[in-house]
């Protein structure tokens, strides 16, 4: 999509993500949708001024029922976590970060998987270790400063921020060795847990590491998205085990405070056995489920923006207002009158 060049007084389309701190294609995805202020269309492209920004108005326009949630005085910290690969834990992570954004609230989301799925589907392109939580958890370094995405802040991952694994496995060693606890497994929690944020989502990798164990320890709560089928509920049980024996690593959520199903195919009849035991195995935590439509997500994957700026009219994006509204009233989020 081309666009006039700075001696025509605007910008293009690669300094205007800079600008924005988005992708490339997600600037020609909000030049589609009319939501740069300023920004119009040319016999060349687009025209983009200096002064770019996205319309607040429009950013929401898209949101059915627009919420306001109270701020809380301390973050909760959230893991959405399934350590069976294809449940639909990172974006549904995405989702909830993004319109917990826009209905009011401060939101932080850590990508702590080295696949970066979440950093690549945020929009973010290119990530420095330094970027990442890595220098932080394992060289005891300072925390690396934020990135502004769709109405939340992320710590993006990439595939060196896996190197963070061998150093908590050297800390436990070496701490076992001198009977004490380790220090880097829960730098993570203490740093969270004082954050000025209302919401912190942290996107583990799917498989039991140390990085996990961190995650886990760092969470007050447990969001467990389950694919409905055989390998979902087989993967269920594993996460509730896991949980069971991570006891003595000190205090994690013992049950998922939220049971999201995803990927419910309702012509199936099959499905709806296996949905009926989810609802049964949790009774009380389980949402309504996110049915399997491929074109909604893996249009927002493709422009690396939320379902709500990909495909603002699909059903797809309709349930998930649905499970986030869910989610949020589950964990305790109040809103505003």
């Given at each position: 999509?081309?666009t006039?060049?700075?001696?025509e007084?605007g ?13 490339p294609?997600t ?6 949708l009319n ?7 040319t016999?060349?492209?687009?025209f ?17 029922r ?18 069976a ?5 990172t ?31 945020s ?5 420095a ?18 990135q502004?995405?769709h109405g939340?802040?992320?710590y993006?991952?990439?595939l ?18 001198q009977?004490?606890a380790?220090t880097?497994?829960m ?5 969270l847990r004082?954050?000025?944020?209302d919401?912190i ?7 039991i590491?140390p990085i ?14 389950v694919?409905?089928?055989?390998k979902?509920?087989?993967?269920a049980?594993?996460?509730l085990?896991m949980?069971?024996s991570?006891?003595g690593?000190g205090?994690?959520p013992l ?8 990927k419910f195919?309702?012509?199936v009849s099959?499905?709806?056995?296996y949905l009926?035991?989810?609802?049964n ?8 489920p996110l049915n399997?439509r491929?074109s ?7 422009h ?6 990909a495909d603002a009219?699909?059903?797809a994006?309709a349930?998930m207002?649905?499970v986030?509204?869910s989610?949020?009233?589950?964990l305790g989020?109040?809103e505003?009158s």
């Amino acid at each position: 999509m081309p666009t006039t060049d700075l001696a025509e007084g605007g910008l293009t389309l690669e300094q205007a993500a800079k600008r924005l701190g988005v992708s490339p294609s997600t600037v020609s995805r909000y030049l589609q949708l009319n939501r740069l202020v300023g920004a119009y269309r040319t016999d060349s492209g687009y025209f983009i001024p200096k002064d770019v920004k996205v319309s607040p108005t429009l950013r929401t326009a898209h949101i059915p029922r627009l919420h306001r949630y109270a701020w809380r005085a301390e973050p909760l910290v959230v893991a959405v976590w399934n350590q069976a690969g294809g449940a639909g834990k990172t974006t549904l992570c995405r989702e909830i970060a993004f319109l917990a954004g826009q209905w009011g609230l401060r939101v932080l989301v850590c990508d702590l998987d080295a696949q970066a799925n979440l950093t690549s589907w945020s929009g973010v392109e290119e990530v420095a270790l330094g970027d990442t939580l890595y220098e932080f958890i394992a060289k005891e370094g300072a925390l690396p400063p934020a990135q502004e995405r769709h109405g939340y802040e992320l710590y993006p991952s990439g595939l060196a921020f896996d190197a963070v694994n061998s150093e908590l496995t050297a800390d436990l060693m070496l701490a076992a060795a001198q009977g004490r606890a380790g220090t880097k497994i829960m730098r993570l929690r203490q740093a969270l847990r004082a954050m000025p944020k209302d919401l912190i989502l942290l996107d583990g990798p799917p498989n039991i590491t140390p990085i996990v164990t961190a995650m886990l320890l760092a969470a007050h709560e447990l969001i467990l998205p389950v694919e409905v089928g055989r390998k979902g509920l087989e993967g269920a049980d594993a996460v509730l085990q896991m949980l069971n024996s991570a006891k003595g690593f000190g205090a994690v959520p013992l049950r998922p405070r939220v049971v999201v199903p995803t990927k419910f195919s309702p012509s199936v009849s099959e499905a709806h056995g296996y949905l009926a035991t989810l609802q049964n195995l949790f009774a009380a935590e389980i949402t309504a489920p996110l049915n399997l439509r491929v074109s909604p997500y893996s249009s927002a994957q493709t422009h690396a923006v939320p379902l709500g700026v990909a495909d603002a009219s699909s059903l797809a994006a309709a349930e998930m207002i649905e499970v986030a509204e869910s989610v949020l009233g589950r964990l305790g989020f109040k809103e505003l009158s």
